[in-house]
């Protein structure tokens, strides 16, 4: 079971200054810009979920930005991202063993009692339940976090999901288990994925165009073949079916892809890219 601890006790950031800005000033602006340059992006109904890219921001900020702009005048009382762990640390699926994440905008608190919860709803699914991890490498939850911290109010609280074990019947049961952990909470799914990896412009392009056909038609399974199939690819998968399927069971009924663009975008390299997508999963109102 996820043991106590103490909310003075902060993950410190391993990417700051790397991954982004070190310091608040810089990195505030920086963010800032990015937001600003996706313009006034609006959502079709209740904004449920959102899918961001987590490379440096250098790379997917402008990307990011457009995901994290439509969740402007949100205030969720929980914000779960779940990402892959892209580090070989046991366990399937992994949350911090951390009271908080540090950026150089501030502490970001966890959600102590959503993570007991849905631990104790995947455990009812998975072997295991969720594995704490402390002072992890791992950049993709934490890359979120200041565009979070500058369109949210601050007292939202983080529910960090890290998946390692990207087969189905995981990423299923994580998906179920996040929609039990949330259904009464005011809460914001956050799916952190970059897509295929070190492909040719054009191949790359190739490649994320079915997935994003396939997560735009809101079919996780179709999704999931794609990469088995080598239609499409994404790092995170796992992570971001697992936030399709609790983003259905929370009631949501449609995805809209919001921006697309790879790193080749950003640095002219056109022979081996990242790509990287925002997108938006809402739930229609009446």
């Keep these: 079971m996820l043991g106590e601890v103490s909310p003075v006790d902060v993950r410190p950031s391993p990417i700051a200054g790397h991954w ?40 997917s900020g402008a990307v990011a930005g457009h995901a994290f702009a439509v969740a402007r005048g949100l205030r969720p009382e929980v914000v779960a991202v779940v990402g892959p762990m892209h580090y070989p640390l046991e366990g399937a699926v992994l949350t ?12 970001v608190a ?46 939202w609280r983080l529910l960090p999901v890290m998946v390692r074990d990207q087969r189905r019947e995981v990423a299923r049961a994580l998906g179920l288990a996040l929609a039990v952990a949330l259904r009464d909470r005011a809460a914001l799914l956050v799916a952190s994925t970059d897509l295929s990896h070190y492909h040719p412009q054009a191949a790359a392009n190739r490649l994320d165009r079915e997935l994003l056909r396939r997560m735009e038609a809101f079919d996780p399974d179709a999704v999931l073949r794609a990469e088995q199939e080598g239609a499409g690819e ?3 998968i796992g ?21 697309y663009a790879t790193s ?16 938006v999963v809402t739930r229609a109102t009446a």
């Design 96 to 107: 911090s063993g951390h009271g908080a994440y540090q950026t150089p905008l501030g502490p």
């Design 110 to 155: 966890i959600a102590r009692e959503a993570c007991r919860v849905l631990d104790d709803a995947v455990r009812r699914e998975l072997p295991g339940g969720l594995t704490p991890v402390r002072n992890d490498p791992e950049h993709s939850i934490e890359i979120e976090l200041p565009f979070l911290q500058r369109v949210l109010p601050e007292e």
């Design 239 to 259: 992570a971001l079916v697992a936030v399709l399927w609790a983003a259905r069971e929370l009631g949501a009924d449609r995805v809209r892809v919001l921006d």
């Design 264 to 279: 080749g975008d950003v640095t002219g390299d056109l022979d081996r890219v990242v790509g990287y997508a925002a997108g």
């Design 20 to 59: 982004y800005p070190g310091d608040a000033r810089t990195l505030g602006a920086e963010v800032d810009v990015h937001l600003a340059g996706a313009g006034a992006v609006k959502a079709d109904g209740a904004i449920v979920a959102l899918v961001a890219p987590h490379a440096g921001h250098r790379y």
């Design 234 to 236: 994404a790092c995170g």
